[in-house]
């Protein structure tokens, strides 16, 4: 277990062995905190959780406030970059998971961490750093789709459709997780008297990330449809290419049947010129429908 008390600047420091009965907060294992179990008195609802967080959550109780949360990557993989579970009291935050990645993420986080009021007021600093840079993510997610918008005016790419699927999927989580931390934020608004302003500037900060990822996910679906509309396109261009060129040849393809019979009694059969005179009628039958089709406007 990794143990912080609260600096003199109002940060976090590293707690000394001898206090580190009373942490500020408190860095555990699943194993670690069944250890002390005692001094919770939810323990089993926390403990089962932290065997599958895929989402983001928070229950409170008489004493605490339970919770898993689950931080996506800040790219195209489903994988989540940081899973844990935290027990908020009074008087202490402890952060509960069994990778490591926790321990090492709460080391780097802490140092950023000032002015600390309490618990909950830390609890909440971790969340806002949890989506600190999430606008440039979005902002760099936008900017992708506005070049995959301007592929489209030029040459399409093989793998278009994949990678926007992709985008899709991506931002329907972003979707779900802003939906669950404002969830948390509006909970602990209502329960944190104190600090009811600050959690809610936090759940406005969530919502408008919502926002965004909802505009963008419109942006996809307009692009989607403008995709298909493209290709329908194409494949009407083809269509009507391959029913011209059908037409054309329709008219010689009766004439070839017609004089493909090997009737006996056929005067172009004896005739000196009849070769050349059907090679004459097919030439003009195919000018006389260009004429006809290109007045229709037909292509």
């Given at each position: 277990m990794i143990a912080y008390i609260k600096a003199a600047d109002g940060g976090l420091t590293t707690a000394p062995p001898e206090k580190a009965g009373t942490p500020f907060l408190a860095v555990l294992s699943?194993?670690?905190?069944?250890?002390?179990r005692e001094r919770f008195s939810h323990d089993r609802e926390l403990l089962h959780s932290l065997g599958s967080i895929r989402y983001c959550?928070?229950?409170?109780?008489?004493?605490?406030?339970?919770?898993?949360?689950?931080?996506?990557?800040?790219?195209?993989?489903?994988?989540?970059?940081?899973t844990f579970a935290f027990c908020l009291t009074a008087d202490c935050?402890?952060?509960?998971?069994?990778?490591?990645?926790?321990?090492?993420?709460?080391?780097?986080?802490?140092?950023?961490?000032?002015?600390?009021?309490?618990?909950?007021h830390l609890l909440l600093q971790l969340m806002e750093q949890m989506i600190e840079e999430d606008i440039l993510y979005l902002s760099h997610l936008e900017q992708e789709l506005e070049q995959m918008e301007d592929?489209?005016?030029?040459?399409?790419?093989?793998?278009?459709?994949?990678?926007l699927t992709r985008r899709r999927q991506k931002l329907s989580e972003l979707n779900?997780?802003?939906?669950?931390?404002?969830?948390i934020g509006e909970l602990m608004q209502s329960r944190d008297a104190g600090a009811a302003g600050l959690w809610e500037q936090y759940t406005h900060r969530t919502e408008r990330l919502q926002s965004y990822v909802r505009l963008l996910r419109e942006n996809i679906l307009q692009l989607r449809e403008l995709y298909q509309s493209l290709q329908d396109a194409r494949q009407n261009r083809i269509m009507g290419i391959l029913t011209v060129v059908t037409t054309l040849f329709l008219p010689l393809t009766l004439l070839t049947g017609w004089y493909g019979m090997n009737f006996s009694h056929m005067p172009e059969l004896q005739w000196r010129y009849g070769y050349l005179a059907v090679i004459v009628i097919a030439v003009l039958i195919v000018i006389a429908?260009?004429?006809y089709f290109k007045r229709k406007r037909f292509f």
């Open positions: 699943a194993e670690e905190f069944h250890q002390n959550r928070a229950e409170p109780f008489r004493d605490c406030v339970m919770g898993i949360l689950r931080l996506p990557r800040k790219n195209s993989q489903r994988t989540p970059l940081l935050l402890c952060l509960i998971e069994d990778s490591g990645d926790l321990r090492q993420w709460a080391e780097k986080q802490t140092a950023a961490l000032q002015d600390l009021q309490s618990p909950d592929s489209l005016n030029q040459n399409v790419p093989e793998d278009f459709f994949a990678v779900a997780y802003y939906e669950q931390l404002t969830a429908e260009i004429i």
